[in-house]
């Protein structure tokens, strides 16, 4: 089978489609799913740059990708959830994998995909939607109400496309960044307000958020907590920081009970079946900024470091 690989870390053309070994038949609980797209995501961008060495570290070549969209070719002796011929979507784990032609994985990363969305559509919602929802709902749900502000910084990325949607949802009043020509798809998003960062700088914001859901995690609770309210939370999407050890001090970040919490993305097929059910009630929608071939992937990479708004997913077919 055919999958796109990187060999070393570096620019985009590192990625090349090599042929790989063809995948066992599937056991226990696991899934053998033919995809047929695959998104890019920020990790994808890191790993390939060589940002994160401990996931690479002795496994080059690499193939990418951490959400797919495609159909069941088989199921294990233990899948019950899941026939052959079924349309699903999921999220892999840290190894990812997903831009190959078949994948194997546990029923558990899985769920039923949108009835009514297009493959590339359903491919932009697995890594980028359960994040923002984990992040809303398992960080800040008892802030998220008619009348609360939440601000959503990077709101014209793939996470922060889903998250001002989501927010929005529970009727609070979102304020969604981006860079100045972004602005106008943030608002089409939905956003009651927006700001242009490069314009006005987030040290330099005045307001109060209940919620400060920071999708690039490059700003930090010290540059943040000015924009909170006395019982605000800043959400970080990067786990692994210089923040998540001084909360994990008690009493640090905590003086005046604003805090921070970072949101550790997990593949729960009942949170993606709820994304997709929302999907289906027209209720939250991908934003897709362009679907390319998986034999274009330098190319989708380079766009989703530059000018996308929204998601950049790479499609079938691959020959």
């Known amino acids: 089978m055919l999958a796109v690989r990187f060999h070393t870390v570096g620019e985009p053309s590192v990625l090349r489609v090599d042929e790989v070994p063809d995948l066992p038949a599937p056991t226990g609980d696991q899934l053998l799913v033919g995809v047929q797209a695959s998104s890019v995501n920020g990790t994808d961008l890191g790993l390939r740059r060589g940002a994160a060495p401990v996931l690479t570290w ?52 899985a769920a039923l995909a949108p009835q009514h969305a297009t493959h590339a559509e359903a491919a932009a919602l697995p890594l980028a939607g359960l994040t923002a929802l984990q992040a809303l709902h398992g960080h800040a749900g008892a802030l998220l109400a008619p009348g609360r502000r939440v601000l959503v910084v990077g709101a014209s990325g793939g996470i922060g496309s889903f998250a001002v949607q989501l927010a929005r949802l529970t009727g609070a009043h979102v304020t969604g960044t981006a860079s100045g020509p972004k602005l106008g798809f943030v608002d089409g998003l939905g956003a009651d307000a927006l700001v242009d960062h490069r314009a006005q ?77 929302l999907i289906d009630r027209g209720r939250l929608r991908p934003s897709l900024h362009r679907s390319r071939p998986m034999t274009d992937a330098a190319a989708a990479h380079r766009e989703a470091e530059t000018t996308a708004t929204g998601k950049v997913v790479l499609e079938a077919p691959w020959r």
């Open 201 to 277: 700088p987030l040290e330099t914001l005045r307001g109060q958020w209940d919620v400060v859901l920071d999708t690039p995690s490059s700003y930090g609770f010290r540059r943040l907590r000015h924009l909170l309210t006395p019982e605000g939370v800043v959400v970080s999407t990067r786990p692994i920081a210089a923040d998540a050890l001084r909360a994990a001090v008690p009493g640090r970040l905590r003086a005046d009970h604003r805090r921070w919490a970072a949101v550790m993305t997990r593949a729960r097929s009942p949170d993606l079946a709820h994304l997709v059910d």
């Open 58 to 109: 002795g496994r080059l070549p690499v193939v990418p990708g951490f959400d797919l969209a495609g159909e069941v070719l088989a199921c294990g002796p233990e899948v019950t959830a899941f026939v052959p011929g079924d349309r699903v979507v999921a999220l892999l784990g840290h190894r990812g994998g997903g831009q190959a032609e078949q994948v194997l994985l546990r029923q558990g990363r």
